[in-house]
Nanobody
């Protein structure tokens, strides 16, 4: 079992930056690819990005060039650096873990955090 705790959400203005963190516990961190999803009000949950144990990253087209996912295996933590934020980025952001060390396109997460709210005002 893996426990995921997100932090770093908040209220910012359009154009600002924000960094989300997700601390993982319970199992060997390097066994898991990690990722982020988000869900805006009235919309389906959507993939934001993922990172394999070795550092290979994948980002959704909607955030590519603005968001960067990274991980620190020594700290059991994954990050989501969000730059040039837009009001459309307003959502609850969820940290996820996959029960494999590598991510592949379309993989379904096995563990979810509780989520952290990000609100971007115009």
């Amino acid at each position: 079992q893996v426990q995921l705790v997100e932090s770093g959400g908040g209220l910012v203005q359009a154009g600002d930056s924000l960094r989300l963190s997700c601390a993982a516990s319970g199992r060997t961190f390097s066994d898991y690819a990690m990722g982020w999803f988000r869900q805006a009000p009235g919309k389906e949950r959507e993939f934001v990005g993922a990172i394999s144990w070795g550092g290979s990253t994948y980002h959704a087209d909607s955030v590519k060039g603005r968001f960067t996912i990274s991980r620190d295996n020594a700290k059991n933590t994954v990050y989501l650096q969000m730059n040039s934020l837009k009001p459309d980025d307003t959502a609850v952001y969820y940290c996820v873990a996959y029960s494999r060390s590598y991510y592949y396109r379309g993989a379904k997460p096995d563990y979810w955090g509780q989520g952290t709210q990000v609100t971007v005002s115009s």
